[in-house]
């Protein structure tokens, strides 16, 4: 069976100072992966989403970044972090279907990213 | 482009009461159309789906009827538990291969159930 990992739980960290938070999925081979980002109270946000190794497609202009070094994982990255960057980051991923017959995502436990 | 809306919440109800969370959705073609349910805490759980009209899905008690012609995949359940306090989310995927097979969610629906 599948599997979709990340860490850390949750994060504390300074304004200014780099992310680096993790996905990883087990059991899949060339997954599509997405990141979110879930501000308190509010609906998810499509972060970037990649189809394959070194493929990344950007939803928001925004200071973060994403790297998909293997094909089964999935990092998001700031070199500097800002106050409106707290939030839960969810990670997810789907097969990568047929055309007009889209697959399910399955969704990781979250990131909880507080910038202080 | 596409858009799912939702019923804005909190719905606060009791326990053993029949819960209805609305879902309408703007795409072109025959989306796929999803409900998740995010616990406190926790990452999104794919509830049930439905990949055509008149398709319905189910699980946990929880049902949802794809209706293409009023372009709507409401959330029903009979009887609520405690354990169904949570966030609930309507999705639509049209399984667009050049855009990753993104999915549209809707704002979600906040659920309480008191005993």
């Known amino acids: 069976s599948q599997t979709i990992h990340q860490w850390p739980a949750t994060l504390v960290q300074p304004v200014g100072s780099p992310l680096s938070l993790e996905c990883t999925v087990e059991?899949?081979?060339?997954?599509?992966l997405y990141w979110y980002r879930q501000a308190a109270g509010r609906g998810l946000q499509l972060l970037f989403y990649s189809v394959g190794i070194g493929q990344i497609s950007s939803e928001v202009p925004q200071n973060l970044s994403a790297s998909r070094p293997q094909d089964r994982q999935f990092i998001l990255s700031s070199k500097k972090l800002l106050l409106s960057d707290s939030g839960f980051y969810l990670c997810a991923w789907s097969h990568p279907g047929l055309a007009g017959r889209p697959n399910e995502q399955f969704f990781g436990p979250g990131t909880r990213l507080t910038v202080l | 482009g596409d858009s799912v809306t939702q019923m804005e919440g909190p719905v606060t109800l009791s326990e053993e009461a029949f819960l209805t969370i609305n879902c309408t959705y703007t795409?072109?073609?025959?989306?796929?159309l999803f409900w998740y349910v995010q616990y406190p805490g926790e990452g999104l759980q794919l509830l049930l789906k439905a990949t055509k009209a008149d398709d319905k899905g189910s699980n946990k008690g929880f049902e949802a009827t794809y209706r293409k012609e009023t372009t709507s995949f409401h959330l029903e359940k009979g009887s609520v538990q405690v354990s169904d306090s949570a966030v609930y989310f309507c999705a639509l995927a049209r399984g667009v291969l050049s855009a990753g097979n993104k999915l549209t969610f809707g704002g979600g629906t906040r659920v309480l159930v008191k005993p």
């Open positions: 059991g899949t081979s060339n997954p599509n």
């Open positions: 795409a072109t073609g025959y989306p796929s």
